[in-house]
């Protein structure tokens, strides 16, 4: 049996026209187009471009929904087996599109997908995970290896051969790890990779370590004696009983409790349930986490203006990363929208 | 989260705790080092009045904090 392709591309490659042409509405022509023919060839008369979908990529980009629908009724109607998209290499509007394109397709009909961008394109953070995408170099002057790289991960998943490690096979890694036993023991890579290290030698982790972003700094507080400071904290300190059942470890929510009546934290009305740190201080006093006591003095001084009156609190150990940023991310918005001035934030 | 909450609210956070270069590498950009990882604001081990007297001092440091411009990453150890 011949694989049914389908492929799809932007107005440039098909040849109708650069910028000015970006609004073109979606097309479909027979057999291939561009570098459509390039992906039959490889194919070796086992699969044969039935049709090419064209579509600009300012419509795409501009009315989405739209052009999502119209493209996945045109793909449809080809019957195929596999969708190839682009290759977009960092051309932003044009990856998008590829990805959308993709993701929607392989959900929709269940087959294949497979692109190829330049790993900057926002089509990658986008689409990574939803579809195959071949790693490329920033222009078309990487098409010569663009175009082999997406048709062999394409034949793979066809012929569901087992597709290996994102860094062997060429694309873009989707955040999925299998596991398999190895020859030799965590502990001896693990001084294997340390002595090349030291050594100066390559070496290449196991686990991509996260990036953090840094952002400016805020704008100072102007006058403290009025300035309205909220409390938070990654310490576990939560109300005695844990009532929204706060994880010790590798939270998934935050909670957020009203300390306006409150002078001080005791152990009768709070506690430390954070598993990553020796609790035995902060269960006789929480303050020693979460400094209330002696924020509520400075608050009667006239230091600060006011204590807000929600703390917010979690567990900091173990944690994902983006669950911390969500959690930020959601109380910067209570606190944006409650007029507050500043906080402290309190970790162990 | 330190950051996130800067960040959406526009505000500066300050963070009280004990692993400084825990601290840089996740992007905080007020930093009062802590006294201890399971006490960072305070010192039980100087009785009740050292204990709260440590407190006051990281407190007042942490105001001095969020009343500073800083243009970068800033470590507020005095």
Known sequence: MTYRIVHY??????????????????????????????IEKLFNGEGKVVGTVICGDGYYGEHTDQARIECLELIKGLQP??????????????????????????????IPTVSAMYPENPGVELYSKKTYIAITTDSARGMAKAIPSMVSIGEKLLKREKMGPARLEGY???????SFFHEKSGAERAVEMLLAKLKGEGFRTEYE??????????????????ATIALVSSGGIV????????????????????????????????????????????NVDPDVVLPLD????????????????????????????????????????????????AAILTST | MTREIERVAGIP?????????????????????????PHP????????????????????????????????QTIFEK
Request: charged share 25%; aromatic share 8%; hydrophobic share 40%.
């Open chain 1, 9 to 38: 591309i932007n107005q440039f490659y098909a040849g109708i026209g650069g910028e000015e042409m970006a609004d073109h509405k979606p097309e479909l022509r027979e057999g291939y187009v561009g570098p459509g023919m390039q």
């Open chain 1, 81 to 110: 087996d596999i969708l190839f998209a682009g290759p977009a290499f960092n051309a932003g509007r044009y990856g998008f599109a590829c990805g959308d394109i993709a993701a929607t397709v392989g959900e929709e009909l269940n």
């Open chain 1, 172 to 178: 873009i890694h989707r955040g999925i790890r299998k």
């Open chain 1, 209 to 226: 370590m996260p990036v953090f972003n840094k952002i400016p700094p805020a704008a100072p507080v102007s006058d403290l004696s009025k």
């Open chain 1, 239 to 282: 109300p005695k009983g844990n009532p929204d059942h706060i994880r010790v470890s590798s939270a998934e929510s935050f909670g957020a409790y009203d300390i306006s009546e409150l002078k001080n934290m005791t152990p009768e009305n709070y506690e430390s349930i954070h598993g990553g740190y020796d609790r035995e201080w902060a």
């Open chain 1, 294 to 341: 002696v924020m509520r003095e400075l608050e009667a001084e006239g230091v600060i203006g006011k204590i807000h009156p929600i703390f917010y609190t979690t567990t900091g150990t173990g944690t994902a990363v983006a669950n911390a940023e969500r959690f930020g991310k959601e109380i910067g918005e209570e606190l944006k929208k409650a007029g507050v001035d």
């Open chain 2, 13 to 37: 956070v300050v963070q009280i705790a004990t692993i400084v270069p825990i601290m840089l590498t996740v992007g905080t950009n007020r930093i009062v080092p802590g006294v201890a990882i």
């Open chain 2, 41 to 72: 604001t305070g010192n039980p081990a100087l009785g009740p009045e050292g204990d709260k007297a440590v407190r006051r001092e990281l407190l007042l440091r942490s105001f001095k904090a969020l009343t500073t411009p800083v243009t970068e």
